[in-house]
């Protein structure tokens, strides 16, 4: 293949690419305008969390509740028959200080169901009434089924849970009561039953009953006033988020809009300044990476414009001189040395885009190896000795030791140091000093020459493609030194006075 047709295919590639990664985002958002919408996203999502909240902190609240009243109605009612059940026996009852939210009444009826003693004060009228509508409520029911104490078989139950069972809840009047039954067979001593040794002792029933009627309305109360704030927070919510959100929304949809222009590339942008700081800054990294694309942009087109220049130069010359060989006016042998050179130069330049092209590919890996950056300075030098003489010039080394090992990419550096050297022959005026030594786990490599020197502009600009300063020439050999040196993971820097310029290389030792 010519060069023409290399360098063509290189730089057709390269517009590919370029046209291939501006088209990729646009299948990128196609694909995302198929998810949830941002503003829906932001507004159920929370209001969901909220409402959740509150109906788990309601049913927990309900359900703890009731276990409450549960336990204190058992426990009221439960200490009263363990005072029926000691004066059943005959012994003195203990007073307990144990509080409770209950007070508890019991009614001793007959087997007739009959009342024979209410504990109520005989002023309460209330209490009698309740507990003769209580009395004739399980006279008519005489259906249901009441539970004893627990066996002991039934020990490794839970005591609370099974006790539950003996309890009957029911509604009087609108009220409701908790309500326990025990029998005791004996004989009725004024309030409570005693216990004989008779078979033929009558049956007393004893109810022992709680009324759980307040507890039960500051429950509903307490439903009420938590529904309320949950209502309220709500509604409240809903409007703050709905706000937020479509805030938000506003605001990533400007954005968003905002990206695709810049994605369009359109010129003169304002500035655009979102409500909140993070999307400013992705504004901000959007401005920056345009800038970056324009500059890369920018340097490609001076990058394709310098090397079609470099080209173009040798091929007029070549032109020119195969015309006069043709019009017989120039010598053969004279004219073939120069289209030789001006190949030449076209050859380098073409190896040296396409090695910059597979530097800065990504895929491109390093062959590492061991070597003997010694050795290697030498046979660069030496390969070069032949144009240093031309030119009067000559090579002083200076190593510390003679075996400087490091790894690298053996043909990548000696194209660096060869491009170094080559440049110091082109403008030294009597020596190339080239020296070497370890600090600490660095190896600093100095290729120094006595040339003009550079002036400070120069200096900024000289690892840049094609940079041409005073005098100077065109070419992208620094540039690749650069690149080789930091793929190394090494720096590279410049040193300009009127003694000399030198090139300090610093590369990693392991």
């Keep these: 293949m010519s060069l023409l047709k290399r360098f063509g295919a290189m730089v057709s590639n390269s517009r590919k690419n370029n046209k291939k990664q501006l088209s990729h985002p646009k299948k990128i958002l196609q694909k995302k305008r198929r998810n949830l919408r941002f503003k829906t996203t932001l507004f159920v999502q929370p209001l969901t969390i909220i409402i959740v909240s509150f109906a788990i902190i309601l049913l927990v609240f309900n359900v703890l509740l009731k276990l409450f009243i549960a336990e204190q109605a058992f426990t009221a009612v439960q200490n009263q028959y363990d005072t029926l059940d000691t004066l059943y026996v005959g012994d003195t009852p203990e007073t307990t200080a144990e509080g409770n939210i209950f007070e508890t009444t019991y009614v001793i009826a007959d087997d007739s169901f009959d009342i024979k003693y209410i504990s ?88 022992v009953f709680a009324n759980v009627t307040p507890i039960e309305e500051l429950e509903d109360y307490i439903n009420f006033i938590l529904l309320g704030l949950m209502v309220i927070v709500g509604i409240v919510a809903s409007i703050s988020i709905f706000l937020t959100a479509r805030k938000l929304d506003r605001n990533f949809g400007s954005l968003k809009s905002y990206i695709l222009r810049v994605g369009n590339r359109e010129k003169n942008l304002p500035t655009e300044n979102f409500a909140y700081r993070e999307f400013n800054e992705v504004g901000q990294t959007v401005e920056r990476m345009n800038d970056m694309i324009d500059a890369n942009q920018r340097s490609q087109q001076l990058f ?3 090397s079609s220049h470099e080209l173009r130069t040798p091929l007029m010359s070549i032109q020119g001189y195969a015309e006069g060989i043709k019009e017989g006016v120039i010598d053969a042998k004279q004219a073939a040395s120069v289209i030789v050179d001006e190949s030449q130069k076209m050859t380098d330049l073409v190896d040296d885009i396409l090695t910059l092209s597979k530097m800065e590919s990504v895929q491109t890996q390093l062959q590492l190896e061991k070597l003997n950056i010694t050795d290697l300075l030498y046979d660069v030098s030496w390969r070069l000795k032949a144009k240093a003489d ?93 690149e080789i040196v930091e793929r190394h993971k090494g720096t590279i820097t410049v040193i300009s006075n009127v003694q000399e310029t030198s090139f300090i290389i610093y590369l990693p030792v392991k």
Excluded: C
């Design 390 to 482: 031309e030119r009067g010039i000559t090579f002083e080394h200076h190593f510390d030791d003679d075996y400087l090992e490091i790894e690298a990419d053996e043909k990548l550096l000696e194209r660096a140091f060869t491009n170094i050297l080559s440049n110091a022959v082109r403008y030294a005026k009597t020596q190339i000093s080239i020296s070497g030594k370890l600090i600490e786990n660095q190896l600093q490599i100095t290729i120094s020459n006595d040339g003009e020197a550079v002036s400070e502009q120069d200096q900024e600009h000289l690892f840049e493609r094609f940079y041409k300063g005073k005098g100077g020439h065109f070419g992208i050999g620094l540039a690749i030194t650069k």
């Design 120 to 207: 109520a004060s005989m002023y309460d009228l209330s209490e009698k009434k309740i507990s003769e509508k209580i009395i004739d409520y399980f006279s008519d029911n005489d259906d249901i089924e009441w539970f004893d104490d627990i066996d002991e078989d039934d020990a490794d139950y839970s005591d609370y849970q099974n006790s539950l069972n003996y309890f009957k809840k029911v509604e009087i009047d609108g009220s409701a009561y908790m309500i326990k039954m025990q029998e005791y067979p004996g004989t009725l001593a004024d309030s409570y039953v005693k216990q004989d040794n008779n078979d033929d002792s009558p049956t007393y029933y004893i109810f």
């Design 304 to 306: 394709f414009q310098n």
